[in-house]
């Protein structure tokens, strides 16, 4: 892991108890790195209100800005006590009182919202009005003699009104009585255009049965729904009922009356509908005659029969009821159940849990999120919510939550902050026998209530899974207390849980200083039960070389359990499990050098590579930089006068060591190019019975500089006045790590003056000479006049111990003509193209250089591997070179490839191509555009993919790796750079880009530029890997040498 993610990634690690295997208080608690779950979603909640008498149901606009709702006294028939309609914004502002009336009966009122929030509707089931949202006055619409209105709606539009009369009534104050039989009706909002829609006559004729039998249409409150336009109309009646109400159907039909069908048949209740602002689902809730309640989802037209839920499944809330409002999103792809806070998708294939209580201490006051969302009405697109929240000891609250899906960052306001959520293992194994961690960075200014963690199976919290208070205050796995990162080590199942997916939430809950509520939830994936652990692996141990009584640390993963340690099937001394990533075993005397093996219940785990283990006598010491860390790849010489001299490497960690060492005393000698070391030589002295241990050198940077000296003459060069040599001649350096730096010149001369440090630039002497002064390294050299090339191109020039003198340069021709670049293909992964130079007497292609830019002309910086950077003007690193080592001869047609940056986001990119001859002239630029889609994942527990490597090779001229699969790979991860790591001679380099050919199953690596030697051991680890069909790869590293 990054050390810019160790601030928030502390972890405390309690590995679960296995019985039989270890006891509990043999499992040691230790500090390891982790990487975050994928957040699924942040759920911010904010009680908005502070009234003094508890609100009727809320109900939000479509545009979410709105909400309308009742206040007490409600149903009095009193006229100095009148219903009250009231209407505040969903920031918890701008509280108007819109409507005021006499009820006509001991009824509370119903409303309806348009989609803009501007109109009210409401009943008391006598009398209809509508009121405008501004406070600025309410209109009459009609009233009856009786209270039979018992359901509305008002088009999104906000132009019509429906209601439903449960029985044949008339015209309130008529004489004689205008009779209104039972059916839906609509009314415009100023009045006018009452008439019926649908009447008992025709559910009669549709069903075939009497009038009669269709007379009663009701009657539940939510049987009522209307399309945005008002063009397309749901509703429930009763139908050939019987005691109860108990026979009831689902009905659609026009504005005009016409179409009118019935969807279920004949059922026992239908208790709520909904249809989406484009008219295209209808929602509902049922009963059938014989089976339990059930939430559906149909198609306007009768096709497309969802169900969603029904009374088998338990709900948050609700347990077994399907109980509550339904409401559908403007496109119909998301239906609210509002009592239980179940947000489904309309197509089955998935349910959004809003409203999940996770319970900290009795002595906490009650949770301001509990088990379901009480009379949730939601926005056209279902990202917010109106609902009802109950503080402690106040009257019920006006509530607002909002949804954001996926892991962007989230503005809470007054609600916590919660990042960094860590989840590890993303597992627990059932039987309780093992455990979890969670930790999560919390902020906020406010007073923290409790933070507490749930694990969620599908849409209700896992019965069977303790759920968890996080602390920050040094106890129950914490690290540090009062630092803001809030954990608990005990996530565990009981006897009875099912293996399965699951996902955890985070919740942090506060108070502000007006006594308001605010929480934020966040919910994290993967998680799951299993009821076995996948196999172990070892990715890595340290020392490399030790001997008897060394003790190495071994890492990798689900070490769980581990029954035995064995160092070339010897069993380890003694070792301990410090975490499911790590374990610490000492070397047995007569362990010899070859593989580590770790043993546990779940399979065996083996190193990719022997433990060198030294015969004695022996002699080990290290080689550090002045702040102590390991220095890697220093040549250490060991020499006497009777033995021949022999050398070693030290390792990632700058350890060195000799084993079998003849008795003797021996000078040790260690160099590297550029560096020097305190002290220059060492001496140690071995025999039968003693060895030599830690010796100790410090390593510098070298002090010395020594001279790279040339000329430049004209040779064939047209130049008549000028003599043998050319004086003024521009020259340039740069070190081989730096290469694309002189590229970058050549295509942007303007870079010259920014990248002094990357290259030297000076001109010859009155006699054609020129030097450069350097420390030890390796450099390239070359000189150049546009339009004039010389021979050789270039000249590579390594500096060690002495002046390099004679690097001359001798003009060959001249090339007025500037070369051309072609794109051949570009995708999210690689281009490909030529460069040509073919004219007559073209010097030919020098090589090609690159850039890529996003959809806001930022330069992408080639050289950020790990995570991506862009500048808004070119750097040096803005340039990639794709011809490396650039050509010497001539070379007229120049195939290049480019392995496209595997850490770039998502977006449209630009990649720019340029092509430098030899005489430094630069083509005209090739443009291709790369769209590059976001990345998908493989589901949890899939099984065992049978794709093995078959083979790996190492180029150190290309600094590139290619490994070989047996069958095809899924062909987005296999070029994902996130799914692989390189370690060359013990330290990880970094992988610029991957490009995977799905036809010979091949997976390319790029590593940066002069990483790659010949010699070098060179391991490639990979983890994330599936087959075509979603397999997981079993294998996961391989080792070779670079020829």
């Not at 006051?365 to 697109?381: E, Q, Y």
């Not at 930022?858 to 003007?873: E, L, V």
Request: hydrophobic share 40%.
């Amino acid at each position: 892991m990054q050390k810019r993610n160790m601030r928030y990634l502390r972890m405390l690690f309690v590995v679960g108890c296995l019985w039989g295997a270890m006891s509990c208080g043999a499992i040691s608690q230790v500090q390891a790195a982790s990487v975050p779950g994928t957040i699924l979603r942040t759920l911010i909640y904010h009680q908005i209100s502070s009234l003094t008498a508890s609100p009727g149901m809320p109900i939000m606009s479509a545009n979410g800005n709105k909400i309308a709702f009742t206040l007490p006294p409600q149903g009095t028939e009193d006229p100095n006590q009148p219903n009250g309609i009231f209407v505040m914004n969903t920031d918890g502002t701008g509280m108007v009182k819109v409507d005021s009336y006499q009820s006509f009966c001991f009824c509370n009122s119903t409303l309806a919202i348009s989609a803009d929030g501007s109109l009210v509707a409401s009943t008391d089931t006598v009398q209809l009005r509508v009121a405008r949202a501004d406070g600025s006055g309410a209109t009459p619409l009609v009233a009856f003699d009786s209270n039979e209105i018992n359901s509305i709606s008002i088009s999104g539009d906000g132009s019509k009104v429906f209601f439903r009369l449960y029985r044949t009534t008339s015209l309130r104050g008529s004489n004689p009585a205008i009779i209104f039989p039972s059916g839906i009706y609509v009314i415009n909002v100023d009045g006018t255009g009452l008439r019926q829609i649908v009447s008992a006559t025709q559910v009669a004729n549709l069903l075939g049965i009497t009038a009669d039998e269709a007379y009663y249409f009701g009657n539940f409150p939510n049987g009522l729904a209307s399309s945005y336009d008002g063009s397309h109309i749901a509703f429930c009646s009763l139908t050939q009922s019987g005691d109860g109400g108990f026979g009831q159907s689902l009905f659609g039909v026009n504005l005009d009356g016409s179409g009118l069908h019935s969807y279920l048949g004949r059922v026992g209740y239908v208790k709520q509908v909904a249809i989406s602002s484009n008219g295209a689902k209808v929602g509902f809730t049922v009963t059938p005659i014989n089976g339990n309640d059930e939430l559906g989802v149909i198609n306007f037209d009768g096709s497309g029969n969802v169900k969603l839920t029904d009374t088998s499944e338990r709900h948050p809330g609700t347990g077994a009821g399907v109980t509550g409002g339904v409401q559908l999103s403007a496109d119909g792809t998301k239906l609210l159940l509002s009592e239980a806070g179940l947000l489904y998708n309309t197509d089955g294939s998935g349910v959004v849990p809003l409203g999940i209580r996770s319970d900290g201490f009795s002595t906490d006051p009650w949770p301001a999120v509990f088990d379901g969302l009480s009379g949730a009405t939601m926005n056209n697109d279902a990202t917010k919510f109106a609902y009802l929240i109950q503080p402690p000891g106040v009257p019920q609250q006006l509530g607002i939550l909002t949804l954001n899906n996926g892991a962007s960052t989230v503005p809470t306001g007054s609600a916590p902050t919660i990042s960094n959520v860590v989840v590890t293992p993303p597992y627990v194994l059932t039987q309780t026998r093992s455990s979890a961690t969670v930790t999560a960075h919390v902020s906020t200014p406010n007073a923290f209530l409790r933070v507490t963690s749930s694990v969620i199976s599908k849409d209700i919290t896992d019965p069977d899974i303790s759920n968890l208070v996080l602390f920050d205050d040094g106890t129950n796995g914490d690290m540090t207390a009062k630092d803001g990162i809030f954990t608990n080590a005990n996530i565990r199942t009981d006897c009875c849980d099912v293996v399965g997916p699951r996902f955890v939430r985070i919740k942090a809950e506060t108070t502000t200083s007006d006594g308001k509520r605010h929480a934020t939830a966040v919910d994290v994936a993967p998680f799951a039960v299993v009821d076995r652990l996948p196999a172990p692996t070892i990715t890595s141990f340290t020392p490399t070389t030790g001997h008897s009584g060394t003790v190495i640390t071994i890492m990798g993963t689900n070490f769980i359990g581990a029954t035995a340690v064995q160092f070339n099937g010897v069993n380890a001394s003694s070792f301990t499990v410090d975490n499911i990533g790590q374990i610490t075993a000492t070397v047995p005397a007569s362990a010899k050098t070859g593989r580590i093996v770790v043993v546990t219940p779940w399979g065996n785990a083996t190193s990719a590579t022997n433990l060198n283990l030294l015969q004695s006598p022996f002699i080990t010491g290290q080689v550090t930089d002045k702040n102590g860390v390991g220095v890697p790849n220093v040549h250490v010489t060991r020499d006497n006068d009777t033995t021949s001299p022999v050398t070693v490497l030290t390792d990632a960690q700058g350890n060195f060591a000799f084993g079998a060492v003849p008795a003797g005393t021996y000078t040790l000698t260690p160099t590297l190019l550029g560096l020097s070391f305190t002290p220059a030589t060492a001496t140690a002295t071995v025999s039968s019975t003693v060895n030599a241990t830690d010796i100790k050198f410090r390593a510098g940077p070298s002090t010395a500089r020594f001279t790279i000296s040339g000329t430049v003459s004209k040779g064939a060069l047209p130049l008549a006045s000028v003599g043998a040599n050319i004086s003024g001649a521009p020259v340039f350096l740069v070190n081989t790590a730096n290469l694309p730096a002189l590229a970058a010149v050549a295509a942007n001369p303007a870079l010259l003056s920014s990248v002094g440090s990357l290259i030297s630039r000076t001109t010859t002497n009155a006699t054609g000479a020129y030097s450069f002064s350097v420390a030890p390294g390796i450099y390239i050299v070359a000189t150049g006049f546009p339009g004039f090339y010389f021979t050789p191109a270039y000249r590579l020039v390594t500096v060690s111990t002495a002046a390099v003198p004679n690097q001359n340069f001798t003009g060959a021709g001249v090339d007025a003509t500037a070369p051309i670049v072609t794109i051949k293909t570009a995708t999210v992964s690689s281009a490909t193209g030529i460069a040509t130079d073919s004219a007559a007497g073209s010097s030919g292609i020098l090589t090609v250089v690159a850039t890529l830019q996003d959809s806001s002309n930022r330069y992408f910086n080639w050289g950020s591997t790990t995570t991506s950077q862009f500048t808004a003007t070119p750097l040096v690193g803005s340039f990639k070179l794709l011809v490396n080592p650039p050509n010497q001869n001539r070379v007229t047609a120049q195939n290049w490839s480019l392995l496209l940056p595997a850490v770039l986001p998502a977006g449209t990119y630009r990649l720019t191509v340029r092509a430098i001859d030899r005489a430094f002239k630069v083509s005209a630029p090739a443009i291709a555009t790369i769209v590059k889609p976001a990345a998908k994942s493989v589901a949890f527990g899939a099984t065992a993919s049978a794709v093995a490597l078959s083979t790996i090779k190492a180029n150190a001229a290309t600094d590139s790796v290619q490994l070989t699969f047996s069958a095809a790979l899924s062909a987005e991860q296999a070029s994902d750079a996130a799914h692989y790591k390189v370690i060359l001679n013990g330290h990880e380099v970094s992988v610029e880009s991957v490009a995977y050919n799905s036809s010979t199953h091949t997976v390319g690596l790029q590593l940066p530029l002069g990483s790659l030697h010949r010699g070098d051991a060179v391991e490639v680890q990979w983890s994330g890997l599936s087959d075509i069909r979603g397999g997981p790869l079993s294998g996961d590293r391989s080792v070779l040498a670079t020829p």
